[in-house]
């Protein structure tokens, strides 16, 4: 039984992601036959002498059962692919996969220096062993990296490995407790300054790194290794550490941090409010810490919407014309929803706002803020609900068929909108058959015009396009002759079969037109529908515009290229329609001398 996997179209990926497998699983046979591969020698015994398929195809094979459906054409075998294989060895502690690597790859070389993140992966999952082994073959790395194999260990809480690099010599700094604090590892905090590491960074560490942070992380997660840095001679700074405390909701924190002299300030209020942590903003506002509008606008631009209603229903000043804004220009739609809910009037330009964003001063302590140029899927939420509230945008209604929201259009029932053709044509013009079919069942009006943009594009129509108007012909969709000329023009010949009328085939203007435009495909098509057309007008035409093919096909059908047609090859300098005009005609006398031979040849014979 033959069968196929998804496999990304980079042939060198599918086999790194196989290494990748292969080694995580253990499977070393599977890693030996690709790296025992030569070219493509190995594939033709499994394929024998006929063409090489694309995809490989596995039989009664427990060895490469695995590949079964991966890509023929494997590329030689790079170093890098190896790196990938020892990485997801040690991910999953298989030992004698990156016993059996080593030996037949990494130890030929004696520069070890991309295989220093091993450690650091197998220090996170904690695996000694994988450890023991990488330390024992070469792969200590230099003291920055010695310094990530530590923090690697302590942000994971694996204390068995982090001491067990201590004990072969790895140095430790700052850094690494900060990564355990910031973790809440309090095991590994406490391991650390038992073996003398100091609070601050070593040169080699963390440049950015302070011993500040320390606190500020222990703020973040644990009051546990709040309190022990603190006892223990950390350097801390209140300020930021209760706004990383109110900032991820630890409500003990800010108490400790506040009996160690801790002030209010307005910024542990934004910091919750913009982090959705409604337990912390609810104990700092009955603890007496102050707060302002800048705060409802921490909430809008967090859409804590929870948070904003707190905020309101206690008083807190604010600004609502202003936060609506600010939702509809970053896509805040829960925030969007409450301010709508408690009466916020949608500004006039908020599809405009919404869709594009625009630079808006803000009230007396509020900053004036623009929206970044992008367009993510938090706004198409926005859109989506705006335009199911009843809010019928036409600049709405149009992103959402950019996006494809067909149930969402199945909301819209003014019949202004509705008479609209543009908007039908917007969503066949861009491909989009769900959106205009939805449309459609909604009553939405369309006409010829409906699709004349996109046919009018000198552009080849995606399978999409012609689907949608092949629909639209299926539903009594009205052409006219002007569509089906702008559709010759551009080559869209499958557009030009689903618009042909039998009415108009007794015009000769339409072959005319596609000769002119050079659309062999579409003359081709229009004689095989019936098109009348002038053979000796079509040949001069398409001698004149050097179009080889329209002359061919003139001629294989039977009619003579006319003197005229020479005539204005060569009066245009077309030297391959002159060419074949001239062997033509040639034949074409020769058979027409041939026949009158023949025809007194007879009489003689008569007489």
């Not at 039989?59 to 990485?87: H, Y």
């Not at 046919?455 to 009594?476: A, D, F, G, V, W």
Request: charged content about 25%; glycine content about 6%; overall charge negative.
């Amino acid at each position: 039984m033959h069968y196929r996997v998804k496999y990304s179209s980079s042939t060198e990926f599918v086999l790194r992601y196989i290494e990748r497998c292969a080694a995580k699983c253990g499977t070393i046979d599977i890693l030996e036959w690709i790296y025992e591969l030569e070219g493509d020698s190995r594939l033709e015994l499994l394929f024998g002498p006929s063409k090489t398929p694309k995809i490989l195809e596995v039989e009664n094979d427990e060895t490469l059962e695995p590949l079964r459906g991966i890509p023929a054409k494997i590329p030689g075998i790079k170093g890098d692919f190896t790196v990938q294989s020892c990485e997801a060895a040690a991910e999953a502690n298989q030992v004698l996969v990156l016993e059996y690597l080593f030996e037949k790859y990494c130890l030929m070389h004696t520069d070890l220096e991309n295989f220093n993140n091993l450690i650091t992966i197998a220090a996170g999952k904690g695996h000694l062993q994988c450890i023991t082994f990488l330390c024992e073959n070469g792969c200590s790395g230099n003291e920055r990296d010695q310094i990530y194999d530590c923090q690697s260990a302590a942000r994971h809480g694996q204390l068995e490995c982090l001491r067990y690099l201590k004990e072969q010599g790895w140095p430790v700094d700052g850094s690494v407790i900060f990564e355990a604090a910031e973790a809440g590892h309090l095991h590994c905090i406490e391991y650390l300054r038992s073996v003398g590491c100091p609070w601050n960074a070593i040169d080699v560490g963390d440049d950015d790194f302070h011993a500040g942070d320390i606190m500020e992380a222990c703020a973040g997660s644990s009051l546990e290794c709040l309190r022990y840095c603190h006892e223990n001679g950390c350097n801390v700074d209140l300020f930021l550490s209760c706004v990383q405390a109110a900032k991820n909701g630890k409500v003990d924190c800010i108490e400790y941090l506040r009996s160690k002299g801790c002030p209010w300030a307005m910024d542990f209020t934004e910091a919750a409010a913009g982090n959705d942590q409604l337990d912390s903003l609810e104990y700092l506002h009955k603890s007496g810490c102050p707060w302002n509008q800048m705060a409802c606008l921490k909430a809008v631009h967090g859409d804590a919407s929870r948070c904003l209603q707190y905020l309101h229903e206690n008083r807190c000043e604010w600004d609502p014309d202003f936060l609506i804004l600010e939702a509809l220009r970053y896509g805040k739609l829960d925030c969007l929803k409450y301010l709508l809910h408690v009466g916020t009037v949608l500004p006039n330009n908020y599809d405009s706002i919404l869709l594009q964003g625009e630079t808006v001063e803000g009230g007396a302590n509020l900053p004036r803020i623009s929206l970044l140029p992008k367009f993510p899927t938090t706004h198409m939420d926005c859109i989506q609900y705006l335009i199911e509230t009843g809010y019928h945008s036409r600049d709405l209604i149009l992103k959402a068929i950019d996006h494809g929201l067909a149930q969402t259009l199945q909301h819209l029932s003014s019949e202004e909108i509705k008479n609209d053709t543009t908007i039908a044509g917007y969503a066949a013009n861009h491909g989009q058959l769900e959106c205009l079919a939805s449309l459609h069942e909604n009553g939405f009006r369309w006409d010829e015009n409906s699709y004349a943009g996109y046919l009018r594009e000198n552009k080849s129509p995606m399978p999409t396009h012609i689907r949608c108007l092949q629909y639209m012909k299926e539903h009594q969709l009205e052409t006219n002759e002007i569509a089906l000329l702008n559709t010759i023009r551009a080559g869209h010949v499958y557009c030009v079969d689903l618009l042909i009328k039998d009415a108009w085939k007794s015009d000769d203007k339409f072959c005319m037109e596609a000769i002119r435009n050079r659309k062999y495909t579409c003359f081709k098509l229009l004689i095989e529908r019936g098109f009348a057309f002038d053979p000796k007008l079509c040949a001069i035409e398409a001698a004149r515009l050097g179009s080889v093919a329209c002359l061919e096909y003139i001629h294989i059908n039977g009619f003579a290229l006319p003197k005229e047609a020479l005539d204005a090859a060569e009066s245009h300098d077309s030297k391959f329609c002159v060419e074949y005009i001239k062997q033509h005609s040639q034949c074409q006398c020769h058979n027409e001398t041939s026949r009158k031979r023949n025809a007194n040849d007879a009489k003689l014979d008569h007489l």
